[in-house]
């Protein structure tokens, strides 16, 4: 039992926001050390540092659950359904079957065809044929209407021998292709999506081939979004730099008179932004005007600027631009303009002093900026979507055309998966040659 202290022996703490543990021991005067109100300070330190920490928990926590319901959770939905469909192995049973006991390269034989006949059969009558098809025609485009003709065929009854009824139905019951598919989509778990997104497929034999040449599409898209968005990054880099200097270096009232120009693009919706870019660029828009009206080119010489790459880069990079000079100018605002004069004295030229004094502190704001805008650029929609074309299309309108028109959402998550991984390591990447630590946004 703890010993009542003496005023001037008693060693009185309140334990809140203490750091450190503390024994319950008697102190060099063999006196047990206690708190105020008589309970021992080892308990009392515990008892305030759970306190302290449940607190902070709950303090955090609307912020942890509004990160966790959209944000983890949905990546782990599209992380699950690019790598799971099962569209055609919960609805045709029995054909899945047959393909766990036949190696690739079987011939379908009498069972296989009655095992599809049956499938067929019962998937009409749960109106779930349509939804076979759908899965198989991911595989292999044009054979959902074979599947959902053919089952309201099959659902009327048929007689053995089926693989004879069917293919009388519709020879391309024989096709291997076609049965190729149907293994691919016979387990509910696949990487046929990740593969058709690296323009690749499983042949007969189970090995990865390339697609035909007239369907290899993605790879072409993710390297057109990984270019134009490093162009678009070097660009805004370029125009925003001196933007950025001219902002950090003039008098406080004129930096911000000129900073609400800066900021004017956020408060006009993205939607005008990139209309107006139409009405400029086309080709009886105003900067065709203007140069036929100069004379630099003719009436039948006028520019394609919009619907392709360039109206894309120049819609993009004027949209993204702010990102780039917000964090260029928080970095050169706290540069000491003495170091610049320092290293004129000394004999160095404007440009050395440029390259090797003042370029090197605005690193941080340039790493910051770059990461911004490339991000933004490698997932932007709308305005490639709007002036692009078909030639400034990005991999993020095949994803929305995906979710939106074809309905084929596991392979717009395997496209988005991919999209995120590749982001991820660029990001890792940078961490690893510039550090994340160097960044600075204000």
């Known amino acids: 039992m703890a010993t009542p202290l003496d005023p001037h022996a008693a060693i009185v703490t309140h334990a809140a926001g203490q750091g450190a543990a503390a024994e319950a021991r008697p102190n060099a005067q063999g006196v047990l050390l206690t708190t105020a109100d008589g309970q021992p300070l080892a308990r009392a330190l515990t008892r305030s540092r759970r306190r302290a920490r449940r607190q902070a928990f709950l303090l955090v926590l609307p912020l942890l659950a509004f990160v966790l319901i959209t944000f983890v959770v949905p990546i782990g939905q599209m992380l699950q359904r690019s790598a799971k469909n099962p569209g055609f192995s919960d609805n045709m049973p029995q054909v899945s079957a ?80 076609l049965w190729t598919a149907m293994r691919n989509a ?53 125009l925003g730099f001196p933007v950025a ?19 004017l693009p956020f408060w006009t919706s993205l939607l005008v932004r ?16 203007a140069l036929v009206w100069l004379g630099l080119i003719g009436e039948q010489g006028r520019l394609q600027m919009i619907y392709n790459q360039t109206g894309t880069i120049i819609a993009m990079t004027h949209i993204l631009l702010p990102f780039m000079i917000l964090p260029l100018y928080s970095v050169m605002r706290t540069i000491n303009p003495s170091y610049v004069r320092a290293a004129r004295s000394l004999g160095a030229t404007s440009w050395t002093a440029f390259r090797r004094i003042y370029f090197p502190q605005t690193l941080p704001g340039l790493g910051a900026g770059a990461l911004l805008v490339f991000i933004l650029a490698v997932g932007y929609y709308i305005t490639p979507a709007l002036v692009g074309g078909s030639s400034g299309q990005l991999i993020s309108n095949m994803i929305a055309m995906h979710m939106t028109e074809t309905l084929n959402w596991s392979m717009a998550a395997a496209l988005a998966a991919l999209l995120l991984a590749g982001v991820l390591i660029l990001y890792w990447l940078y961490d690893r040659l510039v550090g994340i630590d160097n960044l600075k946004l204000g």
């Not at 001219?246 to 900021?263: D, E, F, K, Y």
């Not at 086309?282 to 005007?289: A, F, L, S, T, Y």
């Open 274 to 289: 990139t209309t107006a870019w139409i009405v400029l660029l086309q080709q009886q828009g105003v900067v065709n005007d």
């Open 186 to 238: 016979s387990t509910p778990y696949t990487s046929s999506f990740y593969l058709a997104a690296l323009d690749r497929t499983r042949d007969s034999a189970g090995d990865v081939a390339r697609v035909p040449e007239n369907r290899q599409v993605y790879v072409m898209l993710f390297q057109r979004t990984l270019w134009l968005s490093l162009l678009i990054t070097g660009l805004t880099f370029v």
């Open 245 to 263: 200097h001219l902002l950090a270096t003039l008098p406080m009232r004129r930096s911000n008179l000129l900073m609400i120009l800066v900021l």
């Open 98 to 177: 047959w393909f766990d006991e036949n190696p690739r390269g079987a011939v379908p034989d009498e069972a296989a065809f009655a095992a599809l006949a049956a499938d067929m059969a019962a998937a009409a009558e749960a109106r779930t044929v349509g939804i076979v098809g759908t899965r198989i025609n991911y595989e292999l485009p044009g054979t959902r209407s074979l599947f959902t003709s053919t089952g309201r065929k099959v659902a009327r009854g048929i007689e053995p021998p089926h693989r004879e009824a069917l293919l009388e139905m519709d020879p391309r019951w024989a096709d291997e292709e």
